[in-house]
């Protein structure tokens, strides 16, 4: 059985630092895997997408890196700014369905 | 990316009574649907994967006849939580992709379901 996990719990960082998210699954036959931001109730906005044969993706400040021989992938946040204050969540995509971890809350300080 | 709307995005209803929720795929045609429930400050749980044109397959310990899916086209997905009780109160969120297993999932933005 597939299981997700995401290390920290929560992180609080003063404005402008990098920092790195941390993801690890059990099982490594994955689809892809898929890092999502959610908002205090709200809904989960797509970050960024990692095809099961690609090792990284970035999107402006944020790179997200895929190791599926190890289970692990990290997603780097450059010069961390407060609108970046939210839930990330990492999730895999295995035998049809998305497995979740837990999350990280991050709140960046002004 | 892809736009999933989910309606409505808050509900109240009394013990006893039923709800319904729509998840929509604006701008894609989704064969596959997934509902979700998400419990304060935990993960998103997988109920069901929504088939259109065929019957839901759930999750195990997920309730067929409580929680009603219903995926009659390509863009339409609805869950009716029916015999609504206080444990049923959460925060529902939907789910479609626009194309087999390999491709993006996009997410509504919710639906907090608050039964009194």
């Known amino acids: 059985k597939q299981e997700v996990t995401q290390i920290p719990a929560a992180l609080s960082v003063p404005e402008g630092e990098n920092l790195v998210l941390n993801c690890s699954f059990t099982d490594s036959a994955i689809y892809n895997l898929q890092w999502f931001r959610q908002d205090p109730g709200k809904g989960l906005t797509s970050l960024l997408l990692?095809?099961?044969?690609?090792r990284e993706q970035t999107s402006g400040r944020l790179n997200a890196s895929l190791d599926k021989s190890s289970g692990r992938s990290t997603l780097y946040i450059a010069a961390s700014q407060p609108g970046d204050s939210a839930t990330y969540l990492c999730?895999?995509?295995?035998?049809?369905?998305?497995?979740f971890g837990q999350g990280t809350t991050l709140q960046v300080k002004p | 990316g892809a736009v999933v709307s989910q309606h409505p995005s808050r509900v109240i209803c009394k013990s006893g009574t039923s709800v319904k929720i729509e998840c929509r795929s604006l701008?894609?045609?989704?064969?596959?649907m997934f509902w979700y429930r998400q419990f304060p400050k935990q993960s998103l749980m997988l109920m069901a994967t929504s088939n259109e044109g065929s019957k839901a397959t759930y999750e195990q310990g997920v309730e067929k006849d409580k929680f009603l899916i219903n995926h009659a086209s390509l863009t339409l997905s609805t869950l009716t939580v029916t015999s609504a009780h206080p444990e049923d109160s959460s925060f529902y969120i939907c789910?479609?992709?626009?194309?087999?297993?390999?491709?993006?999932?996009?997410f509504g933005q919710g639906t907090r379901l608050t039964v009194v």
């Open positions: 789910s479609a992709r626009q194309g087999g297993m390999n491709t993006e999932a996009f």
């Open positions: 701008d894609f045609q989704a064969t596959t």
């Open positions: 990692i095809q099961s044969s690609q």
């Open positions: 999730a895999v995509h295995n035998t049809g369905k998305l497995i």
